[in-house]
């Protein structure tokens, strides 16, 4: 699989040259990988694109995942920045999510990766959940302000189909998730992040002291990325590109150079919807700039859908453009589809 990715890496670097400031190891499992592979992977980006000197490197791992003798390896790779999937520092909560690691396992997640030399920490947390009480989501946020984390990701419990926790709700085993139990855990974390210093910049994501993922504002913000690997994304602005799922067959298409990948051209109407759907979620919100680029017709059709929501207290308009309100980030989903532009049947 290594050596795929190697392949691919070189291969689409070499044609599409690129100058690049984040490399983000995730969407996995990447702590599986040696870290004489983890250098294998970045040598080969370096050598083939104009990286920068300030990159930003983000590797996602599990609590479960820390070992001392990894952690001290990897603070001597080039990753700069570490993204630990906490969810809760409650066991109660831990143990109804099936996560693997305990609550001790993911205080000591973070000191191990203090200790080691990381300052560049995001954590995520998980609010809504049947187990997690009022006060134990309090005491989670304040926890991660304790430790001085500089980035947090907050995500509500979805419930997907075909899921173990979707088959549990319709035996009756545990109760539907409450909604409303959501929303007021949504204004708590909006609160209590405030009041530790933390900027909320996109509806699920908080930092200090600007410490924004640059990764993840890429998205965002509609800028182009390369994904790499089985599943990988990628965006050049009017394309996207997807690779083949298949871990077998990704290899093996790759070997034997036929097509493990799909491309999808955007419509001008997938660019403006794409554009509200991510640039709303962030407090740059969606500008007239951003507008204006996407043509008269959707200009006109924004301003124009837009009235309701501003009466309704759901968009707030400036000289720059629109952007959430607090009660529009509780019903972002809503508003961003009232948005929308389709063609008519």
Known sequence: MVDS????????????KMEVD????????PSLLSIDQVNQLLDIIFERADVSDDVEITFEMNPD???????????????????IG?????????????????????????????????????????????????LNWQQNLE???????????????????????????QQGKIPPLNDDKAAHHFDM???????????????????????ISHHNTKYWMGHTYLGFGPSAHSFDGKRRRWNISNNALYMNYLEKGLPYFEIEHLTEQDIYNEMVLTGLRTKWGVTQSMLEQCGAQFLSYFNLQAQELLANGLLIKDASGYTLSHKGKLLSNQVISDLFHVDPM
């Open 5 to 16: 990715l190697v392949n691919e890496v070189s291969e689409r670097l070499t044609i599409e």
């Open 22 to 29: 984040s490399i983000y190891f995730g969407g996995g499992t």
């Open 65 to 83: 995942d820390f070992d001392a003798q990894y952690i001290r390896k990897l603070s001597l790779t080039k990753v700069n920045r570490i993204s």
């Open 86 to 134: 906490i969810q809760s520092f409650f066991d109660v909560d831990l143990q109804f999510m099936g996560r693997a690691h305990s609550a001790e396992a993911a205080h000591q997640s973070i000191v191990m990766a203090q200790e080691m030399g990381f300052d560049k920490i995001t954590v995520d947390l998980i609010y809504g959940t049947p187990t997690l009480t009022d």
């Open 143 to 169: 926890i991660v302000a304790s430790y001085r984390i500089p980035h947090l990701s907050c995500y509500a419990l979805t419930v997907e189909d075909k899921t173990e926790l979707s088959y549990q709700i």
């Open 189 to 211: 974390l909006s609160q209590i992040a405030a009041s530790n210093g933390y900027n909320q910049y996109e509806i699920s994501n908080f930092c200090r002291d600007e410490a």
